[in-house]
């Protein structure tokens, strides 16, 4: 199985940046998952597609409203994925969620339905 641990989460000032990882484990990791995602969901909303990254190549897909502000990235040797967040906005408040897939396309990787792994999440606040 797969576990996935969010961290990185705090109360940053409109304008500032943050860096969110994900650090990924699991004896069948690297022969079961094909890409890792980040979704945010706020109170009240629907969970959002932020980013995700094809594991193997490291292409990169991104949510209409983090593009130009947000960058995913992915360390193979710690099996870790990494969300730069600069430029952060009072709506971007959200918990931020790591997740895994085992299929992974352009199409599928925005939709929370196709993930098969998430993680607990992580508290991003940003104050006006």
């Known amino acids: 199985q797969v576990q996935l641990v969010e961290s990185g989460g705090e109360l940053v000032q409109a304008g500032g940046s943050l860096r969110l990882s994900c650090a990924a484990s699991g004896r069948t990791f690297n022969n079961y998952i094909m890409g890792m995602g980040w979704f945010r969901q706020a109170p009240g909303k629907e969970r959002e597609f932020v980013a995700a990254?094809?594991?193997?190549?490291?292409?990169?897909y991104y949510g209409d409203s983090v593009k130009g502000r947000f960058t995913i990235s992915r360390d193979n040797a710690k099996n870790t994925v990494y969300l730069q967040m600069n430029s952060l906005k009072p709506e971007d408040t959200a918990i931020y969620y790591c997740?895994?897939?085992?299929?992974?396309?352009?199409?599928?990787?925005?939709?929370?339905?196709?993930?098969?792994?998430w993680g607990q999440g992580t508290q991003v606040t940003v104050s006006s």
């Open positions: 990254i094809r594991w193997s190549v490291g292409s990169t």
């Open positions: 997740a895994a897939c085992r299929y992974f396309d352009g199409s599928s990787s925005r939709a929370p339905s196709n993930y098969n792994y």
